[in-house]
Every structure is written in C-alpha cells, then in structure tokens.
C-alpha cells in the first residue's frame, strides 16, 4: 500500500500520472460535459418520435449492464414512485415475459454487442416492443435496431471503458422528456454539461491536490475501507456509481447503504467489528499500517423525501437516518468523508446538475486513486 505522502507527489506529478493512464481515462472523465452535448445532439439525429409519437407507455424497460444500470437507477430516481410508467432495468439478455407492444425497450450499452444487448433487440421486434438502442456505431445492435426500423444513438468509437455513463444517461434523459415524464428544465442537456465541465476544472490533473476534491478524496480511501452512505434513491444511484467505480479501476471492496431504509445495517458496520477499538493514534507509524480502516462516505440529496421510510417500525427521513449513522461514526472514531459539490453551485441548481457534479467527482476520485495504486497499469501488464 502506498503511503500518503507518496501518492500525493504521484497524483501531483502530470508526467507520472499520464505513463500510469494508457487507455486516457483521465482525459474521459474530463470530457463528461462534452460527452452530454455529444449525445443530446446524436439522440436527435435518432429520431426518438419514431417511438414516442404514440404517447406514454404502459411500461419503460432499460436492459443494461454496471454504467447502464446505473444510468437506469439515475432515470428511476428522478421519476420516483409517482411515475406515471414503471420504469424497470434488467441485465438481459430476456426481456421480462409481460411486455408486448404497449412498452418501449432501451438497449443501453457502450459496445453495442454480446448476447445480452442483441438478443433483447431482437427479440422486441419479435413481440413488436418499442425499441430504442444506444450503442457503438456500426455494432450488431446498430443493424439489429435498423432492421427493426427503431431508433438507434451510434456512440464514437473513442468512448473509454468506465467513463460512458453521460453518454448512455443522456438519450434516456431525453427520452423520458420526449414522453412526458419529466420536464424539460429537470433534464436541461447544456446545464449538466456546464455543471460537469466546471468539476472537470476543480478536478483537473494539473491542479494541486490540496485544493483538488477528486485527488483529496482519492488519498483519503488510500488506506480506507469505504463504506457510502446515500441519503435516498437518487444518492444512491451515485454511491452504486462510486462502489462500482472503486471496484473496477482500484480493486477496492466497498459497502453501500441507501438511507433511510438500510440505516439499521450501515450503524450496525460503523459499529462492528472492524470499527477503531480506540482512537486514533497520531504517532503511529502509517508507512508500516497495512491494515485498512473503516471510512464512512457520506452522500447526500437536499431533495429525497423527509419520510421515505415507511417499511420500517419507526419512520424516519433520510436526514435523520443520516444524523444517526454519523453519530455511529464519531462515537467508534471512524473518519468521515463527504461527497459534496466542487463549487459552491446555484443555490437552486436542478437536483440533476447537483447529481452531475457529484458523479463527476466520484469518476475523477476512482480514477486517481487507480493511479495512485499504478493499479490501472498493472492490470494491462
């Protein structure tokens, strides 16, 4: 493991970072903003009336895989449990038994192909589902799509493993405009991109660590163990994102639980046995602690509900749950890391761009803590 103090000068040193990124996932991340314009402008040249001009579904079905899903979960948080469609996600490659032609299905995936993507076109078409695919251009999920004659959103060949989530959340933003379901100024495609190009700029190899929250929040998970904290549905979404991230670029377990209804777990973690039996010893020698700590990583929504917790015996918000897991925290000495804006941001900033800047700085931290652990380079070695 190492130490602090040398990640810190490997995250600050532009030459070092760029040997250990061959496949330039700093350089993706960073284009998020540009992925979004990219996308809304490919998404038109679809032509998404093809399967929005018959009105509202009676069910939205995205079938996807890791950033798929979690463009997906982005898309049912937003509609939350009002919705007037129910919105699923499955991994395919079956479509669920009950749909036929009063449903639209969306195959979201960077590559276009496998089994699991075309299948499911296929076999839409078969039962006259509405389809949507968003994939690589020229894939066989593009030629499944056109045989169909259903709209298709032909990525670029230069979109980078684990940095496509705007590129598949942005037609299924503007597909749930198109029919109705949210409004326009929810998924403003120029204000999401602003938001994320602004944390590209707070977030940016060349600015200094200390005052980078993406580099910051790298070298506290160095020795951490995480453990994420969603304050509700649309949160959570963003710590599936991180959990995901961590996992796939640096190898690092983590745990998720998503307030209120998964506080009773997430105290019990704080708690447990792998929780400080003291506090923390300044002295110690941490180039010698292989051992990881717990680290609570708080994510946190102004908009989630004040009482989402009904299945509980003692309702309770997701701001309350959240005041509990903290106080678990302080009491067991675990440290804390918050997940917040970059930037001060509007005050009434859509709940959507703050989602944006969010996800921004998860995909920029996963990143540079691959780096810091070479762990990117390793695994192409």
């Known amino acids: 493991m190492s130490s602090p103090e040398l990640a810190e000068e490997v995250l600050d040193d532009l030459g070092l970072l760029r040997a250990r990124d061959p496949r330039g996932l700093l350089s993706a991340v960073a284009g998020a903003g540009a992925q979004v314009r990219e996308s809304a402008r490919l998404t038109e040249e679809a032509g998404l009336g093809r399967v929005t001009s018959g009105g509202r579904p009676r069910g939205l079905v995205v079938v996807a895989r890791r950033e798929g899903a979690v463009a997906a979960s982005v898309l049912r948080a937003l509609l ?3 919705s007037p469609v129910a919105v699923d996600v499955v991994g395919g490659p079956d479509l669920p038994v009950w749909m036929g032609p009063s449903d639209i299905a ?3 995936t960077r590559t276009g192909a496998g089994r699991y993507a075309v299948q499911p076109a296929y076999e839409a078409a078969r039962r006259g589902v ?7 251009d020229g894939a066989p999920l593009h030629a499944a799509c056109a045989n169909a004659r259903a709209p298709y959103v032909a990525l670029p060949e230069s979109r980078v493993r684990h940095a496509t989530l705007w590129s598949l959340l942005t037609p299924l933003l503007l597909l749930a405009t198109d029919l109705g379901l949210l409004p326009a100024q929810v998924t403003d495609t120029e204000l999401l991109a602003a938001a994320l190009d602004e944390v590209a700029g707070e977030c940016g190899p060349s600015r200094e660590s200390y ?3 993406g580099k910051t929040l790298a070298l506290e998970l160095l020795d951490a163990l995480p453990v994420i904290a969603a304050e509700g549905p649309l949160a959570g979404a963003a710590a599936t994102r991180m959990a995901d991230q961590l996992a796939t670029l640096a190898g690092l377990p983590v745990s998720t639980f998503r307030l209120p209804d998964q506080r009773v777990a997430a105290v019990t973690v704080l708690s447990g046995p792998l929780a400080p039996t003291g506090g923390d010893d300044f002295f110690r020698d941490r180039a010698e602690d292989d051992a990881r700590r717990l680290r609570l990583l708080t994510i946190r929504d102004s908009g989630a509900a004040d009482h989402d917790g009904g299945g509980e015996r003692e309702p309770r918000s997701a701001r309350e749950a959240m005041a509990q897991v903290l106080r678990a925290a302080t009491d067991r000495n ?5 997940l917040s804006d970059p930037g001060p941001g509007p005050d009434l900033e859509p709940r959507l761009a703050r989602l944006a800047r969010q996800l921004a700085v998860v995909d920029f931290s996963a990143v540079y803590l691959a780096l810091a ?3 990117e380079r390793a695994l192409r070695s």
């Open 80 to 82: 939350g449990p009002g």
């Open 106 to 108: 969306v195959v979201a």
């Open 130 to 136: 509405a389809l949507v695919g968003i994939g690589a």
């Open 211 to 213: 005052l980078n929250p």
């Open 334 to 338: 675990v440290p804390v890391s918050r």
């Open 373 to 375: 652990l070479d762990h």
